[in-house]
């Protein structure tokens, strides 16, 4: 992903999943586990938790307060926001359709993980 996705203002990655682990080494599993089973390396990021700390912050200062308001996408920013602030560790993988979706969510189930959401092309979804 070269350039930054937003929609209102906000980090909004369409067509991915962002999954977050308490331990960095279950995201590096996670990720190794993917290209192995034959994800391409572009598609799949280990997130610099300190760069996801100060995304989440922007993000939440530039989202209108109509935003604020009427959507879950806040809340969404706010507890990426509280997980970097904790030290989680965040993994961004494409994963367009509902069958690669299941692929991955299969892979993060048998190491574990904290949370996932998909961002769909109108709605984020909790894994």
């Known amino acids: 992903m070269s350039e930054r996705p937003e929609r209102h203002g906000m980090f909004y990655p369409r067509g991915y999943v ?3 682990f308490t331990a960095r ?3 590096e599993k996670v990720r190794r586990l993917l ?4 994800y391409d390396e572009e598609d799949v990021h280990a997130l610099d938790t300190q760069r996801v700390l100060e995304g989440t912050t922007e993000d939440l200062k ?3 307060p109509l935003i604020k308001a009427l959507s879950t996408e806040g809340d969404l920013v706010k507890r990426h926001q ?7 560790t ?3 993988a494409y994963a367009p359709s509902d069958l690669d ?3 991955l ?3 993060a189930r048998r190491v574990g993980y904290e949370r996932a959401h998909k961002y769909d092309r109108f709605t984020i979804t909790e894994l």
């Open 105 to 107: 969510m299969n892979v």
């Open 18 to 20: 962002i999954v977050s």
């Open 82 to 88: 509280a997980g970097a602030a904790a030290g989680d």
């Open 101 to 103: 979706t299941e692929r």
């Open 90 to 92: 965040f993994l961004l």
């Open 62 to 64: 530039q989202l209108s």
């Open 25 to 27: 080494a279950d995201a």
């Open 35 to 38: 290209i192995e089973g034959g």
